[in-house]
């Protein structure tokens, strides 16, 4: 069950984009992989932001984008707000092994 | 409104035993996945433990295998996580999670503040 390899961090300034890669999101055993990326603010509970590589629930905001090619999935966020500042968790879940693994966090700062 | 809220955490001794609680309220219960997600204090998150819907599919992580079992009571609104022979590494935040879906997807859309268990002599 290993875990995902995110970055430990990434910075950006208000109203420019940024990207956070998530390594290791596909599996050999041939099942289906649902990736997943999650926002925590300090003390909060983590926020569901984008399910299924690149669906976004109701209620978050378009600023989000998921995407996935290869083994890498990546989270982009346009148009950076000071409100974005938070940890973001990418995770895959794999339907044939049964597992849900996470990545390390990523701390956005918008400077 | 959608809430879980999770308790029974505590100070536990290493090798003893705590049963942690989710009490779901807001929607139907049987009609999705729950999980067990903990995170020890300023790390990262880490999985442990889901079940469908009708407790048909249960899956654990390796490092809780056989130690940890996790349960639901669909008509009361209830999810469970029995933890037995704790190990200092457990001591975390012990967060209930409702998947979108009725089966396992990863994909949790409500989660409880959390629980902390710490386990020490």
């Known amino acids: 069950q290993s875990a995902l390899t995110q970055p430990a961090s990434v910075s950006g300034s208000p109203g420019q984009s940024i990207t956070v890669s998530c390594t290791g999101t596909s599996r050999d055993d041939g099942g289906y992989t649902y990736v997943s990326w999650y926002q925590q603010h300090p003390g909060k509970a983590p926020k569901l932001i984008i399910y299924?590589?690149?669906k976004r629930p109701s209620g978050v905001s378009d600023r989000f984008s998921g995407s996935k090619s290869g083994n890498t999935a990546s989270l982009t966020i346009s148009g950076l707000q000071t409100e974005d500042e938070a940890v973001y968790h990418c995770?895959?879940?794999?339907?044939?092994?049964?597992?849900?693994?996470f990545g390390g966090g990523t701390k956005l700062t918008v400077l | 409104e959608v809430q879980l809220v999770e308790s029974g955490g505590g100070l536990v001794q290493p090798g003893r035993s705590v049963r942690l609680s989710c009490a779901a309220s807001?929607?139907?219960?049987?009609?999705?996945?729950m999980h067990w997600v903990r995170q020890a204090p300023g790390k990262g998150l880490e999985w442990v433990s889901s079940i469908s819907w009708n407790s048909g599919n249960i899956d654990y992580a390796d490092s809780v295998k056989g130690r940890f079992t996790i349960s639901r009571d669909n008509a009361n609104n209830a999810l469970y996580l029995q933890m037995n022979s704790l190990r200092a590494e457990d001591t975390a935040f012990y967060h209930c999670?409702?998947?979108?879906?009725?089966?396992?997807?990863?994909?949790?859309?409500?989660w409880g503040q959390g629980t902390l268990v710490t386990v020490s002599s």
């Open positions: 807001g929607f139907t219960l049987n009609d999705y996945a």
């Open positions: 999670a409702r998947d979108r879906r009725w089966l396992q997807s990863g994909a949790c859309d409500n």
């Open positions: 299924d590589v690149s």
């Open positions: 995770s895959s879940y794999t339907s044939r092994s049964s597992v849900w693994v």
